[in-house]
């Protein structure tokens, strides 16, 4: 097995302005801050014209939602770029702007591969009303086709940084990538990592097979110098208990 080697030195923040992305941003930020990578902000304006046909609609002509949408574009364009400068002078690190317009989720995808991120932090909902809808549906469908690791933002997270991090598994053949992400975090942050077995089969022999596969995960975690702390649960709900936990 190759040597792994998870080198932060592009990230890349879709921005929307509400409170969950400025969220992203935060981590972002410090995240950047700690690894000296370079920061790219995505503002994506979403079309208003897309997929509508010539005359009216709605009583409002193409050409005057065209028009609109090219002013919202450009507003947008300058007020992401003042944010840029802004962050770039009071945290001292790379930044850039991107300002595009199309569908959320390809937008992303596209300037993910052309900027070559290393990761993708975002938020997991948007503004409010509708638009939240989106972009959570998004997100989710971006954690999911990315090439790059996602680190997805709640609007209830705290300040940034983690000081722990859970690695949850089951029997399933392990995948010994997710531990190397979590052990990489968890150095940059001096995290604890909290290893979760769950034994979905529910029976002694089970039981104790996963704790042996938690054995090897903690000891790999501790060969890299951080805290490991190890808990196996018997139950077939698998989500319910990594949440609870």
């Known amino acids: 097995m190759s040597k792994f ?20 941003l ?5 995240l950047a801050s700690l690894t000296k ?5 995505i503002h994506i304006v979403e079309s208003l014209v897309t997929n509508i046909s010539d005359g009216m609609y709605y009583g409002t002509s193409i050409n005057t939602l065209a028009a609109y949408e090219d002013e919202l574009f450009v507003r947008a364009k ?8 802004k962050i770039a002078k009071k945290h001292k690190i790379k930044t850039s702007a991107i300002t595009t317009s199309g569908w959320v989720k390809e937008q992303i995808l596209k300037s993910a591969k052309k900027t070559k991120a290393d990761l993708i932090i975002m938020g997991t ?12 549906s998004n997100t989710f469908r971006i954690v999911n086709e990315a090439e790059c690791p996602v680190l997805s933002v709640q609007h209830h997270a705290s300040k940034p940084g983690f000081k722990n991090i859970l690695v949850p598994f ?6 010994r990538e997710k531990v190397d992400y979590a052990i990489a975090f968890g150095k940059i942050f001096g995290s604890t990592i909290h290893v979760l077995g769950i034994d979905t089969e529910e ?9 042996r596969e938690a054995d090897q995960i903690k000891s790999i975690v501790k060969e890299n110098g951080l805290s490991c702390k190890i808990k196996i649960k018997s139950s077939g709900y698998v989500a319910d208990n990594v949440l609870k936990y």
């Open 26 to 30: 935060d981590q972002a930020i410090n």
């Open 125 to 136: 909902h948007g503004v409010k009303g509708f638009r939240s809808l989106i972009m959570g």
């Open 37 to 41: 990578a370079e920061l790219t902000m």
């Open 5 to 24: 080697n998870f080198d932060i030195k592009k990230i890349l923040v879709p921005v929307d302005f509400s409170d969950t992305s400025l969220k992203a």
């Open 203 to 211: 029976s002694k022999s089970h039981y104790k097979k996963i704790e």
């Open 170 to 175: 089951r029997d399933n053949p392990h995948s």
């Open 78 to 85: 300058n007020h992401l770029q003042k944010f840029n400068d």
